[in-house]
């Protein structure tokens, strides 16, 4: 078992092109660390959880590991969202969500999506994928200067960056409003329709 406590950055550009992003990560040097697979997610927002000193606490199957976090989006600064996160890998998912359970939590998402990593220059670049949603890429850096650069190398439009998660892309995708889009998120499968839940 093991922890970890970090602030990063992050940002998302969506739409992209699948093929073209690979090639342009292959043309800089970048290095696949993870190939594209399934990751399933429990949530245990602050909306449901009022106690919360954190956004929320999420349990995440990464196919090579589980991991416990907590993530609180710290602050802003020029329009880049700071956020802080810990966590922590344990070896069983079900276990892991029941735990979490038992201490009076209460869960509010179930989610899946498709993700590829990538490094360049201390960036972690991934392809995202989530049921309904066009491709995405997300870039987590230690500072701006890093993020800007990767965007850079890649081919993206600094301007059409994204600071938010991906219920954001679902509002943008459907036309939602954000308490709309959130009765769609909270149960998310591939082969899935997407169904509004209360």
């Known amino acids: 078992?093991?922890?970890?406590?970090?602030?990063e950055i992050e940002v998302k550009f969506y739409p992209i092109d699948i093929d073209n992003i690979r090639a342009k990560l292959n043309e800089v040097g970048a290095i696949c660390t993870h190939p594209?697979?399934?990751m399933r997610r429990v949530v245990f927002p602050r909306d449901t959880n009022p106690a919360l000193d954190v956004s929320y606490i999420r349990v995440r199957d990464e196919g090579d590991c589980?991991?416990?976090s907590t993530k609180e989006y710290a602050n802003e600064?020029?329009?880049?969202?700071?956020?802080?996160?810990?966590d922590v890998v344990v070896n069983d998912f079900d276990k892991a969500v029941a735990l979490l359970e038992v201490t009076g939590l209460k869960k509010d998402m179930y989610q899946e999506s498709q993700r590829e990593q990538w490094q360049l220059d201390g960036s972690d670049v991934c392809i995202d994928l989530w049921p309904h949603l066009k491709p995405c890429l997300e870039i987590e850096s230690p500072s701006e200067k890093h993020l800007r650069s990767a965007a850079t190398k890649l081919g993206l439009t600094w301007e059409q960056h994204i600071n938010a998660g991906a219920l954001v892309l679902y509002?943008?995708?459907?036309?939602w409003?954000?308490?709309?889009?959130?009765?769609?998120?909270?149960r998310l499968i591939f082969n899935e329709p997407l169904k509004r839940l209360e």
């Open 171 to 175: 509002m943008q995708e459907y036309g």
């Open 77 to 86: 600064k020029k329009g880049i969202k700071f956020q802080r996160e810990l």
């Open 66 to 68: 589980v991991r416990i």
């Open 177 to 186: 409003d954000k308490n709309e889009a959130k009765k769609y998120v909270k």
């Open 1 to 7: 078992m093991s922890s970890h406590a970090s602030e």
């Open 36 to 38: 594209m697979r399934l």
